[in-house]
């Protein structure tokens, strides 16, 4: 689900510059290649989440945290 949602927001460059780490306690910790795009990914976590939050039918996501 994450996948999509960023290949939606990012396109094709942006998709493989993250990679979802693990999830818990709502929270989905996403691995950044560098820290540009780790600053596009916290500048449009709202989306995202409510994206996959959509996508997923319900709210299984409240935050994203960038390591």
Known sequence: MFNSVIKEEFGSIGF???QP???KNKTIFIKSTSSVWANELFLNKRKIIRKINNKLGRENIKYIKIN
């Open 16 to 18: 493989g510059k993250f």
């Open 21 to 23: 780490d693990f999830y």
